[in-house]
């Protein structure tokens, strides 16, 4: 009933930014936080920013002052800005929810970062 609606993956050139958004919808009853992981081939699945109900923020080390996480509660969406951007930032990106009736992940989107 929980569903993540993903979008703005794709390909950028290192230096280059990407706005991903998610859309959350159905019988949340209340969000305790959202945020982004990622995952590239042949490793584990790692988070990369978190936004709580409070709106505080959690950024882990390799994309702090790059990535900014934000929420609009009127939408139920979250977005992952992300500005130079590296090579070593490809990855699938999975978007989180924690709510009280559990946790719901998207479908994730592909992010590249090639010349």
């Known amino acids: 009933q929980v569903q993540l609606v993903e979008s703005g993956g794709g390909l950028v050139q290192p230096g280059g930014s990407l706005r991903l958004s998610c859309a959350a919808s159905g019988s949340i009853f209340s969000i305790n936080a959202m945020g982004w992981y990622r995952q590239a081939p042949g490793k584990q699945r790692e988070l990369v920013a978190v936004i709580r109900r409070g709106g505080s923020t959690y950024y882990a080390d390799s994309v702090k002052g790059r990535f900014t996480i934000s929420r609009d509660n009127t939408k139920n969406t979250v977005y992952l800005q992300m500005n130079s951007l590296k090579p070593e930032d490809t990855a699938v990106y999975y978007c989180?929810?924690?709510?009280?009736?559990?946790?719901?992940w998207g479908q994730g989107t592909q992010v590249t970062v090639s010349s």
């Open positions: 989180n929810l924690e709510g009280s009736l559990g946790d719901y």
